[in-house]
């Protein structure tokens, strides 16, 4: 019992403030950015969303959202942040027509922002809100927000869409679960048990088809609200796969996700985006090796043309699998979700960061 009351406690007393404290500058890109300058800022700081900078006053910011940076000395609006962008929400816009790729990438990228659906509201976080309080809204599927340096509401905490500071940081998920890993030892027994005893196995999967094209995909995911879905066999019926399909009890071949699109440019973008699920999921993770210039992508083809896709490591677990082993895994494979698999590598289901940001709530809310 004494264990079990130290994790609620840390969970209490750790804000948010002191998880971003050390963070650098927000990385940020102007209204008036292409989406190919956009795509790029993604590339040379190996991140997979911004937020979006216009002019004080003159947008209605992602889900009504009023979230500015004020002048420190004076408390004059400079900017406003209306919106968040990631490298899914590029990937659907690029995808959207089978032409044309590179024309799209003049888009400006304000009229990108709600691709996906993460991008449709825009939060900000009180600093002093605990960790506890943060892990509500984040298990219900946000992914990011941004954190004021100086809140001009320092006696509120929680989840707000109105805010101004001179500054902000981001909080992200993986920030979160990070902590839970690197304070592990205090939130014991916790983080000894398995995943399917405390509920963090998502069984409600969905899949795309190994022969699906990535264009048909993204825009399945778009109206399913998916940033990620499990590759599987494709249907022994020859026709082409224009729809998800439930992953359960199918062989898993591999994953395509948000996380899969970290580091891709403009060009592996336009070029890949009509390729098969399994085939774009195989070159992104060799580009990730080799690396994303032209010479590079070059010789990633032909690599990946002599490469059965299969042959790339599947990052998974079983239901057996501790909350401990699980982070770790996904930290050290830089994703946001593991396969849950049986002894044959058929899916049994998933459990991403919100599912285990919902488990750990509601595993500290029994105490």
Known sequence: MEKQELALEILHSTSVQDLVRDKGRLVEVP????????????????????????????????????????????????????????????????????????????TAISKIIGHSLEGLSLWSIAPHTSLADTMEPMSKGIHRALVPVSSAMDHVSGVEVVESSPGYHMLTQTDVIAFLLVHSQQLEPLMSTDISSLGAVNK??????????????????????LTAVAIVDPSPVAQLATQLVAGDGRRLLGTFSASDLRGCNSDVLTKWASLSVLEFSHKAFLARRFGF????????????????????????????ASLREVISKALENRVHQLWVVDDAGSLLGMVAFTDILKAVRQASKRQ
């Open 293 to 320: 210039g032209a010479a590079c992508i070059e010789a990633v083809d032909q690599t990946a043309a002599s490469l059965d896709p299969q042959q790339k490591p599947l990052i998974t677990c079983q239901p057996s």
């Open 31 to 106: 209204y008036t950015a292409t989406v190919g300058d956009t795509l790029n800022v993604l590339l040379a700081k190996n991140i997979l969303a911004v937020p979006v900078a216009a002019p004080p006053g003159h947008w209605i910011g992602a889900g009504g959202s009023m979230v500015v940076e004020s002048d420190k000395s004076t408390g004059a609006p400079r900017k406003q942040y209306i919106g968040m962008v990631s490298v899914l929400d590029i990937l659907i816009h690029v995808a959207e027509r089978e032409d044309g790729s590179c024309e799209r990438l003049q």
């Open 204 to 225: 409600n999967v969905y899949a795309a088809p190994a022969d699906m094209r990535v264009m048909y995909a993204v825009r399945a995911m778009r109206f399913a609200f």
